[in-house]
């Protein structure tokens, strides 16, 4: 006579087995274990048919839902881990009229990469410039981010948007588990940026891209910014918590720094900036015929400032 006990048990061990070797191989993505996490009612059923049915023929039940739960979670068609190695998550053609873009991203934690390059592709659009006006690259763990394209006169918008899971992430210590976008954006036309992230390492290589504006709003994070001198002007605007930032800029073009505080870990004095009350201007601002205006307000462990080309300080 059949045991409902024993069975359950021996499955449920068997089981476990089998997906931590297939995930230690890399046959199936740690997202998985974040699959049957969101399966966890079928869990509570299989310990109730496992009381109810004890011993007996029925007693394959509560094995048979833990099968069940496993087979879900593998051929779950809404994947709760989706790696961007392969395909682009989001590509949308530089349709003709389109002049300048934005670019706004809001979600949680991330590593967020965004730089600038000619897109290459295939679509012609009314026999105007062929490529991309924007492609995009995600390994995402929950929900996937949603990506809308709209266009007003000669502006377009990419705005992607990515809801907080639910379900919390144990990341087991492994890379694979990181929520990671990157962002290649068309050189062509001008741009402006808007980030609302979370706790966050933020990597933009805009050296190719004429900034108008970026707005960076974020919890704790690591934030590296590649400007170049595309732009006459360019107002970049960051209001973070416990934030690191490192800027990369032209030695040619003038940098004016509004400080809402008392800058931590800084090389302004260093690099020949000069203090007129809460604002510092880089050396030979007034003669500058490009120029960049930060302002800054949070909580910033450092804030460094290096030319381009130039070593690290």
């Given at each position: 006579m059949y045991s409902s006990g024993r069975l359950f048990t021996g499955v449920l061990i068997l089981l476990i087995g089998v997906l931590l070797l297939l995930s230690n191989t890399g046959v199936l993505g740690w997202g998985l274990w974040l699959n049957l996490i969101s399966l966890w009612p079928l869990l509570i059923i299989a310990i109730g048919l496992r009381l109810i049915f004890p011993k007996g023929p029925l007693a394959v039940l509560s094995p048979l839902v833990l099968v069940l739960l496993v087979v879900l979670a593998v051929f779950n068609p809404?994947?709760?881990?989706h790696s961007g190695s392969d395909d682009s998550s989001f590509r949308q053609v530089l349709e003709p009229g389109v002049s300048e873009a934005a670019l706004i991203v809001d979600t949680g934690a991330l590593d967020l990469n965004v730089s600038g390059g000619k897109i290459s592709g295939s679509d012609i659009v009314g026999g105007a410039r062929a490529g991309d006006l924007v492609n995009v690259s995600e390994q995402w763990v929950g929900r996937p981010t949603v990506w809308t394209y709209t266009v007003s006169g000669d502006k377009a918008t990419i705005?992607?948007?990515?809801s907080l899971s639910r379900i919390m992430a144990i990341p087991f210590g492994s890379k694979?588990?990181?929520n990671k976008t990157s962002i290649t954006l068309n050189e062509s036309i001008p741009w402006t940026i808007e980030l609302n992230c979370g706790a966050s390492n933020i990597d933009l290589d805009l050296s190719s891209i004429e900034v108008k504006r970026l707005d960076i709003n974020s919890g704790a994070s690591n934030i590296e910014?590649?400007?170049?001198?595309?732009a006459s002007y360019t107002e970049v605007d960051i209001d973070a918590g416990f934030v690191a930032v490192e800027l990369t800029v032209p030695r040619d073009v003038?940098?004016?720094?509004?400080?809402k505080f008392a800058l931590s870990g800084d090389n302004l004095g260093s690099l020949g900036f000069e203090r007129e009350g809460d604002v510092w201007l880089s050396p030979g601002y007034s003669q500058t015929s490009k120029r960049i205006r930060i302002s800054m307000d949070g909580g910033f462990s450092s804030f460094n400032i290096r030319y381009s080309g130039s070593s690290r300080t």
């Open positions: 809404v994947g709760y881990y705005h992607g948007k990515r694979r588990w990181e910014i590649v400007l170049g001198d595309k003038g940098i004016l720094i509004e400080e």
